[in-house]
């Protein structure tokens, strides 16, 4: 063990050593390498950070799966044995309907490890007055504590209180706006069904997508319930899952528990998860050939320091040197110029996001995961080691007698 760390500690020495003769090509190779390092840190933080704050935006409105009742379809007489019979038949209108026995499968769902938050929630259209001013909206009954857990209503409070129930209800900023009211307003709300009601605005939200700030108007369960004509009833069940990503999974396995129709957030949002898609695929692309790069110009470096140093090489041979111990030596100064360009290429990535995060447009924010930096530093030291491969094999190979010829 001894002899082993001995032959080590002389390889890694002969291998510094032939770095520091050659102090210009070293520095050169590590700032290429540092820059390679510095741009592939940079690029993936900002990009998972983009990602990271549209998903944030586009989930903070909505749940991570809604539940709903399966679609109602005509039912088809049977006919007569030997009869052939034609149908030209149209999709059966959807009323709007409750989930059956919508209380155990909420308790069930409850109980689901997969699942954070579960919140049943009734749900349909309706008409806002005030005066002369009428507003088609969309009224949503919630129970507020369940319903916290799923979209923070809280957080996108501008007005008022948090307050659903006794009469009070919660509208979007921009609805607030068409029909002039605000905190304190009375607001009469009608369904078409001979059922309305005159609510008192407790609170006025902002969602930021404007179309759910026009239309949503919120309401305590009951209240709700009572105005869509749906008594003790909801027509969806909101649930939130760990691991957004899993989403579509765990929503066919929750439709095939509770036999409801189910649809995640990656279906609905189809075209983000493409523009995701392709985000990650270019930034894939520009680690490979940012990679490629810098490989081949450590190899380029090396294979110049083999031309250079074939009498050292020879020298080297000849005293009892073997062709692995060659081998290990520029395949040592490979995996330095990795380590040191990626540790100068970390640090550079750092003070770039620093910049951005400091004096940037304040889009978003990009977090540097210590995972990112330690997966990139080991990409280019093994990249490093790869590239001095093929020169360290070339002077392995060298014949010890021919290299000591070599002038």
Same mark, same amino acid.
């Given at each position: 063990?001894?002899?082993?760390?001995?032959?080590?500690?002389?390889?890694?020495?002969?291998?510094?050593?032939?770095?520091?003769?050659?102090?210009?090509?070293?520095?050169?190779?590590?700032?290429?390498?540092?820059?390679?390092?510095?741009?592939?840190?940079?690029?993936?933080?900002?990009?998972?950070? %983009?990602?990271?704050?549209?998903?944030?935006?586009?989930?903070?409105?909505?749940?991570?799966?809604?539940?709903?009742?399966?679609?109602?379809?005509?039912?088809?007489?049977?006919?007569?044995?030997?009869?052939?019979?034609?149908?030209?038949?149209?999709?059966? =209108?959807?009323?709007?309907?409750?989930?059956?026995?919508?209380?155990?499968?909420?308790?069930?769902?409850?109980?689901?490890?997969?699942?954070?938050?579960?919140?049943?929630?009734?749900?349909?259209?309706?008409?806002?007055?005030?005066?002369?001013?009428?507003?088609?909206?969309?009224?949503?009954?919630?129970?507020?504590?369940?319903?916290?857990?799923?979209?923070?209503?809280?957080?996108?409070?501008?007005?008022?209180?948090?307050?659903?129930?006794?009469?009070?209800?919660?509208?979007?900023?921009?609805?607030?706006?068409?029909?002039?009211?605000?905190?304190?307003?009375?607001?009469?709300?009608?369904?078409?069904?001979?059922?309305?009601?005159?609510?008192?605005?407790?609170?006025?939200?902002?969602?930021?997508?404007?179309?759910?700030?026009?239309?949503?108007?919120?309401?305590?369960?009951?209240? =709700?319930?009572?105005? %869509?004509?749906?008594?003790?009833?909801?027509?969806?069940?909101?649930?939130?899952?760990?691991?957004?990503?899993? =989403?579509?999974?765990?929503?066919?396995?929750?439709?095939?528990?509770?036999?409801?129709?189910?649809?995640?957030?990656?279906?609905?949002?189809?075209?983000?998860?493409?523009?995701?898609?392709?985000?990650?695929?270019?930034?894939?692309?520009?680690?490979?050939?940012?990679?490629?790069?810098?490989?081949?110009?450590?190899?380029?470096?090396?294979?110049?320091?083999?031309?250079?140093?074939?009498?050292?090489?020879?020298?080297?041979?000849?005293?009892?040197?073997?062709?692995?111990?060659?081998?290990?030596?520029?395949?040592?100064?490979? =995996?330095?110029?990795?380590?040191?360009?990626? %540790?100068?290429?970390?640090?550079?990535?750092?003070?770039?996001?620093?910049?951005?995060?400091?004096?940037?447009?304040?889009?978003?924010?990009?977090?540097?995961?210590?995972?990112?930096? %330690?997966?990139?530093?080991?990409?280019?030291?093994?990249?490093?080691?790869?590239?001095?491969?093929?020169?360290?094999?070339?002077?392995?190979?060298?014949?010890?007698?021919?290299?000591?010829?070599?002038?």
């Amino acid at each position: 063990m001894t002899r082993f760390f001995a032959r080590l500690w002389i390889e890694w020495t002969i291998a510094l050593g032939f770095l520091r003769e050659g102090r210009a090509q070293s520095v050169m190779i590590s700032v290429g390498v540092a820059v390679g390092v510095a741009v592939i840190v940079f690029v993936t933080a900002l990009i998972q950070g %983009l990602q990271s704050n549209i998903i944030e935006r586009t989930l903070g409105t909505q749940a991570h799966i809604r539940l709903i009742s399966p679609d109602e379809v005509n039912i088809v007489l049977p006919t007569a044995k030997g009869t052939l019979q034609l149908i030209q038949e149209d999709k059966r =209108a959807q009323r709007l309907r409750s989930i059956n026995n919508w209380q155990q499968i909420s308790a069930s769902l409850d109980q689901l490890p997969l699942l954070t938050a579960v919140s049943p929630v009734v749900s349909g259209p309706a008409f806002a007055r005030r005066g002369e001013a009428v507003g088609s909206v969309a009224l949503v009954g919630i129970d507020l504590a369940r319903y916290q857990k799923i979209i923070p209503l809280k957080n996108y409070l501008i007005g008022g209180q948090l307050r659903v129930g006794a009469g009070d209800a919660l509208i979007g900023s921009q609805l607030a706006k068409d029909l002039g009211v605000q905190v304190g307003s009375k607001l009469r709300l009608d369904t078409g069904q001979q059922n309305s009601a005159v609510v008192n605005i407790a609170g006025i939200f902002e969602l930021g997508v404007r179309e759910l700030d026009a239309r949503y108007v919120y309401l305590d369960l009951k209240q =709700a319930q009572s105005l %869509l004509g749906l008594p003790g009833g909801v027509t969806v069940i909101d649930l939130r899952v760990a691991d957004i990503f899993a =989403a579509e999974t765990i929503a066919g396995q929750v439709g095939r528990l509770t036999s409801l129709q189910a649809e995640s957030w990656i279906k609905t949002n189809a075209q983000l998860m493409n523009a995701l898609t392709a985000q990650s695929l270019s930034t894939n692309m520009i680690i490979v050939f940012v990679a490629i790069s810098v490989a081949f110009g450590i190899a380029s470096v090396l294979s110049v320091s083999v031309v250079q140093r074939t009498r050292e090489i020879g020298i080297l041979r000849a005293t009892g040197a073997t062709r692995q111990q060659i081998l290990r030596i520029f395949l040592i100064q490979g =995996a330095v110029f990795g380590l040191l360009g990626s %540790l100068i290429g970390t640090g550079v990535s750092y003070a770039l996001v620093w910049v951005f995060n400091r004096f940037g447009p304040g889009l978003f924010y990009i977090p540097v995961s210590s995972t990112l930096i %330690l997966v990139t530093m080991l990409l280019a030291t093994l990249t490093g080691v790869l590239a001095a491969a093929v020169p360290s094999r070339r002077a392995a190979a060298l014949d010890p007698v021919v290299a000591i010829r070599y002038v």
